[in-house]
């Protein structure tokens, strides 16, 4: 998971959605790494370890670590 990160969101359950330097969204750690790759158009915060992601207009839930 080699893209830099370009911007933060809020952290929750110790998870945040970033944009990634390839303009799409992943989620990264508190200390900044990734832990799901950058390839959602959009990422919502986590709450109780899931997530609601888009890519090309289907919105799905996913588990982030």
């Known amino acids: 998971l080699s893209y830099g990160i370009e ?8 998870y ?4 990634a330097t390839n303009g799409l969204y992943g989620y990264v750690n508190e ?9 959602y158009d959009e990422a919502c915060h986590v ?9 090309q207009g289907l919105t799905q839930i996913i588990d982030v670590p």
């Open 16 to 19: 945040a959605p970033a944009l």
């Open 7 to 14: 911007e933060v969101g809020a952290f929750s359950g110790g």
């Open 47 to 55: 709450l109780d370890g899931k997530a609601s992601v888009s890519v």
């Open 31 to 39: 200390d900044r790494v990734w832990v799901v790759q950058a390839m």
